[in-house]
């Protein structure tokens, strides 16, 4: 394998076994507290009124009779939350997604929000507030909002990334362009130049825990937040900053949270309960229901993509191109440029270029969703990856192969890549013996790569030893997946200590230092470079504290599987000291033994993936069934695998439920029609075979123990794969995604190929 | 506003009674006034599974139960498997399995998996995907639950004999 | 709100007759109570009828079964004779949400919420099933496909509660069976249904009774489909003529469920799928 090898080999005892976690007994006992399991006495109950409007003038809102009814504490508008964001326009935009302003920008925008007694009386209220709307023209599909006679959402946004900068304003927000080489120079030395267009659907991050919050704000200006979040520290940033509190006197604690995939790094109502607790003067707890959560939370873009790939009849990629159109909801985004960035990220094509747009529709704003913008790319990408193969008579994984990134390539956005797994992940699919499944009729197999970039990040902890020995650590890193395991056995390694040793708590925003959110993949990555540099800075303490003890200077002290010794012969007659030893005496030696550390952990190492599946399409009906399932995927190291199994599995099956049936339906009227676990279709238990997997262990040169993120990578390839199954199968190329039966049953009948013809000749 | 009613009922063998609304779901009844937070909710529409109980031994959704219905029977909640603090053995096997990530669905999980032993103690994999079918998880995809409840039937299968 | 729990249909239908609000009874309120969270309905009164005996059992009689209104998914799944008698019926019913529901919901608040997707409703038609309806004027019986009238709409006039169901007596040459078209396995709404029961008189097909749900602002019987498939071995130009004829019969919306044109196609394709489960209960020779 081409890669560096200084990480290679490492000897570990504590990292790559597989524990109990530390919060499991919790988790199935019913114990573990989510963001609405706390209560504070004398706690109020908010509710928001949303619009029903995709989009409205708000000419008046009449709170008088809601503020008479008995038993409500608080109403509140956007009258309740001055704009105190100074010309930021970002914040601004959070501001204005959190509680419109004059105007409704899509449906689900909250309006205004009450605090009342209890949950009956809330909701009553609601009833009571007269909100007078001017409805006005409305566009939630990405290329209609780019046509010229669409309805302009926003007067302020004119067009960033074209020269020169258009004077009319209109909902493209944003161009980005990227790539290298000479594209028309590849175009012309190609034997072979397809091009195709694809649209992918409107998805959500669809984690069962809806949003959920405790606010406390006292009548000193300090103020609690039990919420759950991805991000505590951001949270408390941007409610501060919307509220004009200082960040000091906002305590926020992260609760359990209940999956979160990228919904959860961004504020939504965390606000409003904020305002309506200052407002009220008591605590006020607000729960958002699961209709909220997909009306008016961040689900990620729908896209309309056109790509261009040329090739020499030997497999070589002389040019490719990206068109790629997101509708980032009804605020700007960025996911037009990360869709550059990403999308042909797998290859090395001498000769590229992406172009990005971002657009505003009246849906909500969009947010990070589990890699975000790579998945839509990769669809149109691993797509016409097989269109192109199967035009140069070339096996599909071989051809990707031909092409494959290598160290040393450069990436779509620039750097040159250290050492990656993308070929070693291909070669890994090759050799499978998933490959060697025999299909029957009506089956088909699809191979698709995916890539993440994977970040790092402020970090910092706090490591603990008491004087018994046991560890605590404090992270600031929330726990999405297991993390807290995966934390104390780096930890305990570092140590040399025993992992039930280590005890591993997430800290809220007053007792730690700023951590950045936990997303981009950079929980285990960052927080555990962190760890590791905090316990080699206790056992410095440790060393120091032993030399005391055995009366040597603390450079005669060495550290090795938890224990000091005195090196040289003339100590050889002196006693090892274990840490639970040092520990116990450190009352006489200079008082707690601590480690800690601040860092911003750079060099995140890549993340890429390589997935097989297997499907069986019904052509009377156009249902698709996921047979077999593989992925493989480079860790960098496994610090627990079960629990990187787990993410690349978790996120295997979302990328299918996206590539299937998952879907944002919106109506003719621009209002979301099926905000409900019913209608909005996350694969079910039944829906999905065993999902296999292959752990790739590529050490990432930047990181002590090798680690790259594990948690994004695997969402992207799947859409390319289920599309390059569903064509082996069928020998009909999906161009929408979710390719849902009806979708597929159409493309059947278009091609001439569905099961009635069949039957009826 | 809806009268409140008296409801008297056993939960995990324990006699509780609580004055709620009429209107009240038995899952608001369950978390907010007997304080058995381990039932949640993750769409109050039947949909997800995860404020699973059983009723009479019954499995149902909380949420799609009202509180007053309750009155003079008999529930189990996650906070319930547990006998004499020993965890039962699917709650075991879903920690060393790492059938959970987040955990939200889990305490759903476990009471609907139990449910599914207790009438069937061999479920094929089939069996088993389609009775958990009412159980939503968004971390998982559902492998390593899969393989908890199988690995969860053995034992209990080996103590039976 | 007020909740009351009588313990006799008529006092049922006593409470019913005299509530002046919007009044409601509750058996399994698996649909109900979405209803009542999204704030679609309100009711002044709940009758809850799960403690009235006679709604709350199956009866095995001479003429065939009885099914209490209160009987759950899961109880008729778990009745033997009833199973073997009536598959289709029971698979229909079965197919409704999850085990979790299943739990709670019953055939007659399926066909009392009056849903053009119900599933155990075309089951039931094709079957010939009867509904025992109790009001302030008596007994009454109705044929189930007289009950639904529009989507959320039935022929039951204010105070009436439907008792119980009743499906007649099958033979060794009846067979029924019912298959719905949904995106997922499970956890799904029918985006077309089919129910077929058949006779056969020495392995010919001599009655039948086709039931289209989804396709139609009510589950629709279609005589039409049956007669394709009367006097036939089920052989494919039968099937044929049976798919067509279904097909025909819809009168399908497109919604964010699925399109007119696909539910057209499909509703043909599930047919004969039905058809030849059916024709295989019922002793049929392939």
């Known amino acids: ?761 | 506003m809806s009268e409140a009613v008296l409801v008297s009922t056993t939960v995990n063998g324990d006699v509780v009674e609580f004055a709620c609304p009429t209107d009240e779901v038995l899952l608001d009844s369950l978390r907010d006034r007997v304080g058995l937070t381990g039932v949640k909710e993750g769409c109050g529409t039947g949909d997800c599974g995860a404020c699973s109980i059983t009723l009479d031994g019954q499995l149902v959704c909380s949420c799609l139960v009202l509180g007053v219905e309750a009155d003079g029977r008999d529930i189990t909640t996650v906070e319930g498997l547990t006998e004499d603090g020993e965890l039962h053995p699917l709650q075991q096997k879903f920690i060393d399995h790492a059938a959970l990530q987040c955990g939200v669905c889990t305490p759903g999980f476990l009471v609907a998996a139990k449910a599914l032993l207790d009438r069937n103690p061999n479920p094929t994999e089939t069996e088993i995907r389609y009775a958990l079918a009412g159980n939503l998880c968004r971390c998982t995809g559902y492998d390593k639950i899969v393989r908890a409840v199988q690995a969860s039937a053995k034992e209990l299968n080996k103590a039976r004999r | 709100m007020r909740y009351e729990s009588p313990a006799t249909t008529k006092e049922a239908v006593a409470l019913l007759s005299k509530e002046k609000g919007p009044a409601f009874v509750i058996a399994g309120g698996t649909d109900l109570l979405v209803r009542m969270k999204s704030g679609l309905v309100e009711p002044a009164l709940l009758v809850d009828v799960k403690r009235i005996p006679a709604m709350t059992t199956i009866k095995v009689m001479q003429t065939g079964f009885r099914v209490g209104a209160a009987v759950s998914g899961a109880e008729l799944g778990a009745h033997k004779a009833l199973g073997k008698a009536w598959p289709g019926v029971v698979e229909a019913t079965n197919l409704i949400g999850s085990d979790q529901i299943q739990g709670r919901c019953t055939m007659v608040g399926n066909l009392c919420n009056a849903s053009p997707a119900a599933d155990s409703v075309p089951a039931l038609i094709a079957a010939g099933a009867k509904a025992a309806i109790v009001g302030k004027q008596g007994r009454r019986t109705a044929a189930v496909e007289k009950i639904i009238t529009g989507p959320g709409s039935t022929s039951l006039a204010k105070g009436e509660v439907i008792e119980a169901l009743t499906l007649p007596k099958s033979s060794r040459r009846t067979g029924d069976a019912y298959l719905r078209f949904t995106p997922r396995t499970e956890m799904d709404i029918a985006v077309v249904g089919v129910g077929i029961s058949m006779t056969l008189e020495r392995g010919i097909i001599k009655k039948a009774r086709v039931c289209l749900g989804a396709v139609a602002p009510t589950p629709i019987l279609v005589p039409a489909a049956a007669d394709t498939i009367i006097g036939t071995k089920l052989d494919d130009a039968a099937l044929a003529a049976l798919a067509a004829a279904c097909s025909d019969a819809c009168d399908p919306i497109d919604d964010k469920r699925g399109t007119a044109a696909y539910r057209i196609r499909v509703a043909g394709v599930l047919a004969r799928r039905v058809a030849t489960i059916a024709f295989q209960r019922a002793g049929g020779a392939a």
């Open chain 1, 1 to 761: 394998m081409p890669h560096d090898n200084s990480y290679t080999g490492q000897e570990f005892k504590v990292v790559g076994n597989r524990f109990a976690r530390p919060d499991g007994v919790d988790k199935v006992t019913g114990r573990a507290r989510y963001g609405a399991d706390a209560s504070a006495p004398g706690q109020l109950v908010a509710r928001v009124l949303r619009s029903p409007h995709a989009h409205a003038k708000i000419t008046k809102i009449d709170t008088a009779k809601a503020e008479r009814l008995s038993g409500v504490k608080a109403v509140i508008t956007s009258d309740d939350l001055p704009d105190l964001t100074g010309g930021d326009r970002g914040m601004a935009d959070i501001l204005e997604n959190c509680m419109a302003r004059g105007r409704a920008l899509y449906d689900g925008h909250a309006v205004a929000a009450v605090a009342a007694v209890d949950e009956q009386t809330a909701r009553k209220a609601l009833k009571l507030i007269k909100v007078t709307y001017e409805v006005l023209p409305h566009v939630t599909d990405v290329d209609e909002a780019m046509k010229p006679e669409a309805p302009v959402i926003h007067d302020w946004v004119f067009t960033g990334g074209v020269n020169p900068q258009p004077t009319k304003p209109c909902n493209v927000a944003n161009r980005t362009e990227m790539g290298h080489g000479d594209v028309d120079a590849g175009f012309a030395q190609a034997d072979v130049v397809i091009e195709r267009s694809y649209k992918t659907e409107q998805t959500h991050q669809g984690y069962i825990e809806p949003h959920a919050c405790l606010a406390s704000v006292n009548s000193d200006g300090s103020a609690e937040m039990w919420v759950t979040t991805q991000g505590p520290f951001s949270y408390r940033t941007v409610c501060a900053s919307l509220l004009g509190m200082d960040l000091a006197k906002l305590k926020v604690t992260s609760s359990e949270i209940g999956g979160g995939f990228g919904g959860k790094t961004h504020v939504w109502a965390e606000p409003l309960a904020l305002a309506l607790s200052r407002k009220a003067n008591r605590p006020v707890k607000l729960v958002m229901t699961r209709d909220e959560v997909f009306r008016a939370t961040g689900p990620t873009a729908s896209t309309s993509i056109d790509v261009k790939v040329g090739a020499k009849k030997n497999g070589e990629i002389t040019a490719a191109e990206l068109e790629l159109r997101y509708q980032g909801g009804a605020f700007p985004g960025i996911w037009g440029m990360l869709g550059c960035m990403t999308g042909f990220a797998c290859y090395d094509i001498a000769n590229q270029r992406s172009v990005g747009w971002d657009v505003i529709v009246n849906r909500p704003k969009v947010a990070a969703y589990r890699a975000p913008s790579a998945p839509m790319a990769a669809y149109a990408v691993e797509s016409i990856m097989d269109v192109v193969a199967e035009e140069i008579g070339m096996d599909p994984v071989d051809f990707r192969l031909k092409n494959v990134a290598k160290e040393g390539a450069q990436a779509p956005y620039g750097p040159i890549y250290g050492p990656i797994g993308i070929e070693s992940a291909l070669n890994a699919v090759k050799e499978n013996p998933h490959m060697k499944v025999k299909l029957k009729k009506n089956q088909g197999r699809g191979v698709a790569c995916g890539f993440w970039f994977n970040i790092g990040g402020q970090t910092c902890v706090d490591l603990n030893i008491g004087t018994d020995g046991s560890v605590n650590l404090a992270v600031g890193t929330v726990d999405v997946g297991g993390a807290r395991s995966s934390m104390g056995m780096i930890a305990a390694e570092e140590l040399g200590i025993d992992y039930e040793d280590v005890k591993v708590h997430v800290a809220d925003t007053a007792s730690l230092g700023h951590n950045d959110t936990t997303e981009g993949s950079r929980g285990t990555f960052s927080s555990g470079m962190a760890t590791i540099f905090a316990a080699r800075d206790a056992i410095e303490v440790l060393k120091e504290r032993a030399a005391q003890m055995l009366d040597v200077p603390k450079e005669s002290i060495q550290w090795e599987n938890g224990t000091a010794s005195a090196t040289g012969a003339e100590n050889s007659n002196l006693p090892t000291l274990t840490l639970k030893e040092i520990a116990a005496k450190s009352h006489n030696t200079g008082g707690p033994i601590a480690g800690h550390n601040e860092v911003t952990a750079d060099g995140a190492g890549m993340g890429f993936a390589a997935h097989i599946c297997d499907v069986e399409v019904d052509p009377e009906t156009g249902l698709t069934k996921i047979l077999k399932y593989t992925v493989v995927q480079d860790a960098g190291k496994a610090i627990h695998p079960d629990y990187v199994e787990g993410q690349f599995q978790g996120a295997a099956a979302q990328g299918i439920g996206w590539a299937l049936n998952e879907e944002y339906v919106y109506g003719e009227d621009g209002r979301l029609q099926n905000p409900g676990f019913l209608d909005y279709r996350i694969p079910v238990c039944s829906d999905l075979p065993f999902i296999d997997t292959m752990i790739l262990e590529i050490p990432n040169p930047n990181h002590p123990y090798g680690i790259r993120g594990v948690g994004e990578t695997s969402i992207v390839p799947p859409l390319g794969a289920v599309g390059n199954a569903i064509a082996n199968a069928t020998g009909v190329r999906m161009n929408h995604a979710p390719m849902s039966p009806i979708r597929v049953l159409e493309a059947l009948d278009r091609a001439g190929v569905s099961g009635d013809q069949v039957s009826a000749g």
